[in-house]
């Protein structure tokens, strides 16, 4: 593993304590006390891993606690190691969501369940018969709760691809993405009607799951 893709992998005390909801010093009690894994740099600076923060942070939301960041975003990457660097320079640029991500597929829906995010980006290369059965049903699930889908696309052929099987709901992203693009996407969302503030209620996952497996039996 490269220094740089470590470095995509992990985040500041300061970035940890804003994510979860809590103090710095809080957040540097929960490294000693082992809750969050981290190791200080040369420098003496202390990384924290971003993994060790998504858990605590679907702790948090299965025990009903709430976190001082207003609106969610979750992340389905193809690339784990991308998934890390885009979460964490949305997060800068949007500074009111929390950005997580996953490279699984699966593990994504169970956490729209868990989270009931604002927004949902899925990576078109985790398969696009995949990305399509997960855009359906989410944007299915959209009509409902208002939430924003876009799917990321690395080619003129991947983004044929996906209009022919996505309804037009979807917002289509070049790959690689411009995290100002992105950013300013979703800010136009969420000052459109899609803000709202986090009541924080732990859903379903096998809400979700039923609706993938209607859609993976199409």
Partial sequence: MTAEMISTQTCSTRDASRLLGISVRTAQLWVEEGRLQAWKTP????????????RL??????????TSVPFGMLLVMNDEAEGYAL????????????????ACPYDGLL?????????????WRIGGLAADRMAHALLGRARKQRM??????????EREEAQER?????????VPVDGDGLAAIVRTFLGSGGRRRRAVTTRRPDVLDEQWACHAAR
């Fill in 43 to 54: 420098g003496g600076h202390r990384r924290i891993l971003v993994e060790s923060v998504d």
């Fill in 57 to 66: 942070l679907l702790e948090q939301r299965c025990a009903g606690m709430t």
């Fill in 87 to 102: 979460q964490g320079l949305l997060s800068k640029l949007l500074p009111d969501c929390l950005v997580t991500s996953t």
């Fill in 111 to 123: 956490r729209v369940g868990e989270m009931s995010p604002e927004v949902f980006v899925v990576d």
């Fill in 148 to 157: 924003l889908v876009v799917v990321l696309v690395d080619s003129d052929k």
């Fill in 166 to 174: 996505l309804p037009g709901a979807a917002v289509l992203v070049d």
